[in-house]
T-cell receptor, first 110, second 114 residues
Framework: DAKTTQPPSMDCAEGRAANLPCNHS???????VYWYRQIHSQGPQYIIH?????ETNEMASLIITEDRKSSTLILPHATLRDTAVYYC???????????WGAGTKLIIKP | DAGVTQSPTHLIKTRGQQVTLRCSPK?????VSWYQQALGQGPQFIFQ???????QRGNFPDRFSGHQFPNYSSELNVNALLLGDSALYLC?????????????FGSGTRLTVV
């Protein structure tokens, strides 16, 4: 079973920040939080990952709570091309597989 | 920079037949993983290959088998196809090293079993 839970769907207005929550209350100390997204009919695309510090790259920011039980992916200025299913995954360094939940379907509206 | 290449993109097979799907990893990657994604669900791990050996396997029957070649490319074989094998099959490549930089996925092969 997936170690994370996410809302099934969210809407966001174009140009606004999209904040996608993820609950991972049973995450262990050596497990990283990874975010991927999947645009319709394409393979998943890596977005960002982190352990306990907040992370930022050219695509997004990842905010992890101090107790590491939840995190938020932030797309700072959402565009229509950000419409996709977003997956939050917990993975240990020695895990070879990714265990995926159902993800959050993010719809960006004009 | 070529990413992960999968072939064919679409395939229709009849129940009971066998199918082979192919994957060329991203340049510089040495590890290949295969995932099955049913409609509306997240991907499910089938297995991972490294150094031409199956390193880990998910909860899939022996009808699913694979191979990795010396050039790191990989094949996924499925025997005795069932209707329930209809899915998007994704190949993901990565580098096995001290640090994990994430997987690069191909666009997948859409398999339809009729």
């Amino acid at each position: 079973d997936a170690k994370t839970t996410q809302p099934p769907s969210m809407d966001c207005a174009e140009g606004r920040a999209a904040n996608l929550p993820c609950n991972h209350s049973t995450i262990s100390g050596n497990e990283y939080v990874y975010w991927y997204r999947q645009i319709h009919s394409q393979g998943p695309q890596y977005i960002i990952h982190g352990l306990k510090n907040n992370e930022t790259n050219e695509m997004a920011s990842l905010i992890i709570t101090e107790d590491r039980k939840s995190s938020t992916l932030i797309l700072p200025h959402a565009t229509l091309r950000d419409t996709a299913v977003y997956y939050c995954i917990a993975r240990g360094l020695r895990d070879y597989q990714l265990i995926w939940g159902a993800g959050t379907k993010l719809i960006i509206k004009p | 920079d070529a990413g992960v290449t999968q072939s064919p993109t679409h395939l229709i097979k009849t129940r009971g037949q066998q199918v082979t799907l192919r994957c060329s990893p991203k340049s510089g990657h040495d590890t290949v993983s295969w995932y099955q994604q049913a409609l509306g669900q997240g991907p499910q791990f089938i297995f991972q290959y490294y150094e031409e050996e199956e390193r880990q396997r998910g909860n899939f029957p022996d009808r699913f088998s694979g191979h990795q070649f010396p050039n790191y490319s990989s094949e996924l074989n499925v025997n005795a196809l069932l209707l329930g094998d209809s899915a998007l099959y994704l190949c993901a490549s990565s580098v096995t090293s001290q640090f994990f930089y994430g997987y690069t996925f191909g666009s997948g092969t859409r398999l339809t079993v009729v």
